[in-house]
């Protein structure tokens, strides 16, 4: 039977990106390679919109679903609704501050803990994209703008060190993600912090900056 490469994204959104990274991924495996897909949100709404935008020929391998990554309890029926799949990889893009400010570092801890969880073992990798900083002092100007309630950890979370937290909380002993790398920063000033335990050969053939020799 042909290998599976599954690959889960948490705060899908509506799923734009999470396609795009499934077509990409195919084209760079073999066509024994089974890839399938999962998403997860926890806006119902964008769910159905993702949803919506799988192809009839794909719904076998992709998976879009409405879950709060910050409830154990809803991603532990999430993980074992997929058993016995696990993740070649794992990506977090624009999540880890709603997590942060909402759930606080005890929280965000939890979080990357249970991300981390649907790793394989040996080869799983995570991707992953915190907001910066100002992304912190812009949500709160949103939601004040909004005349919405201020997030209860808010202003309570070090929002200076970021990348640092994160780096830090995948290296907690309850993950133990060695090896951090961070691919450049985009325009808006984002970096991609890889996270995995492969040994070093195997990813020696991709350009890369250790953050150790970024200032982040």
Known sequence: SP????????GCNEGDLTLELYEAIKNELPS??????????????????????V??????F??????NAADKVQITQFRDSIAPYQM??????????????????DGLQLFLHEAYRFCLPTTGVM????????????AAKRLRKLGLDKPPYL????????????????QHESIQ?????????????RALLLFHNLDESFLKVAPQTPAAEKEL
């Open 127 to 138: 991707l992953i994209e915190p907001q910066p900083g100002r992304c912190y002092t812009n």
């Open 3 to 10: 290998s599976t490469f599954c690959f889960l994204d948490i």
């Open 177 to 189: 993600m060695k090896n951090v790398y961070c691919f450049g920063e985009e325009d808006w000033g």
């Open 155 to 170: 202003h309570c979370v070090d929002k200076t060190k970021v990348h640092e937290t994160i780096t830090k909380m995948m």
């Open 32 to 53: 024994s390679v089974q890839v399938r897909l999962y998403g997860i949100d926890i806006d119902p709404v964008l769910i159905e919109l993702a949803n919506s935008k």
């Open 55 to 60: 192809r009839e020929q794909d719904k076998a």
């Open 62 to 67: 992709m998976t879009f679903q409405t879950v």
């Open 88 to 105: 070649s990889l794992v990506t977090v893009f624009s999540t880890t501050m709603w997590i942060h400010i909402n759930h606080g570092d």
